[in-house]
């Protein structure tokens, strides 16, 4: 029979290895906004999904994979969708701090979460949910409101985030692992248009390319091997309910690496999101664990 020791030590570790992943997804989004003054949001998420493209095509293969002609489109909306957030959600982060950001941007899973269920306690939830996103709204003129079109491109990443899990299941039903690799490649094609148009051949200044690299690598492929082993040894709704607490990360990684203050509503707005994610997670109907195919942010 394991000791105590040993099951702590198995409990604990996937649980601090998700916190490094979290920790890690934030800190490269805080490294991504210091490339915005050179090549915009737009340019900074072309590096990013190019990059993760070169990376997931060289570990994962996806050209191991056959692609049928009923499994064509899920592939390409999958990758429209996750194109779409981190576009979004890179805009969003010009006028908003990070982790008011990801809170909105949570409200896309929230949802998909809360339509799948009939019961009277996701009422509370989605009051939660509510009060939270009220408490954001910039009325009247007092301090620390926000600017409502980066809000508007956050909850736009939010919606992206939640076609992307409804197509994204479809996709990784049809082709595993590699269908992460395929719809990252997707992304990068929908968002590179984009990216060259409003930077040109900035994109290509040697300089920026370490920072580009590093954004993937945070943002990319260590959250993703990282989320990988935590899926594996935790039960899908521990990995979920910890999950939930994303946007208290970004909110401390905007404060350490980006000096982002946010007021006391603001931070109550991101605990009233918070506890509704987690609340809909532990309330929910037992349910077959499934492996995100890439991270969100």
């Known amino acids: 029979m394991p000791s105590l020791s040993s099951r702590l030590a198995s409990t ?17 989004a805080s490294l991504a906004k210091s490339l915005f003054p050179v090549i915009g949001a737009q340019g900074t998420t072309t590096l990013r999904l190019v990059f993760a493209a070169i990376m997931l095509t060289l570990i994962l293969r996806p050209w191991r994979t056959r692609i049928s002609t009923e499994s064509l489109r899920p592939l390409i909306l999958y990758g429209l969708a996750l194109g779409g957030m981190n576009l979004l959600f890179y805009m969003s982060l010009r006028s908003i701090p ?14 998909v979460a809360l339509f799948a269920s009939r019961r009277a306690i996701d009422f509370v939830w989605i009051g939660l949910a509510a009060v939270g996103l009220w408490l954001l709204l910039p009325l009247g003129k007092a301090e620390g409101h926000l600017d409502l079109t980066g809000m508007a491109y956050a909850l736009g990443a939010g919606i992206c985030w939640a076609l992307y899990i409804l197509y994204g299941a479809r996709a990784g039903s049809d082709h595993g692992m590699q269908g992460a690799a395929l719809g990252v490649l997707v992304a990068a094609v929908f968002v590179a248009p984009v990216g060259i148009a409003h930077a040109g051949a900035e994109l290509l200044r040697p300089e920026l390319l370490p920072v580009a690299l590093g954004v993937a690598l945070l943002s990319t492929a260590i959250p993703y091997t990282l989320e990988m082993v935590a899926l594996t040894r935790l039960p899908a709704q521990t990995f979920s309910t910890l999950m939930s ?12 690496f980006l000096g982002e203050h946010l007021s006391a509503l603001q931070w109550l707005a991101i605990c009233c999101i918070i506890l509704a994610s987690v609340g809909c997670t532990l309330t929910a109907a037992p349910r077959q664990q499934a ?7």
């Open 12 to 28: 604990l570790l996937p649980v601090a290895v998700l916190m490094v992943a979290m920790a890690s997804i934030q800190s490269g």
């Open 98 to 111: 990070l982790g008011i950001a990801v809170a909105l941007e949570f409200t896309g899973p929230l949802a």
């Open 245 to 256: 607490i994303e946007p208290a990360f970004a909110a401390l990684s905007g404060l350490i």
């Open 291 to 297: 492996q995100p195919l890439v991270p969100t942010d």
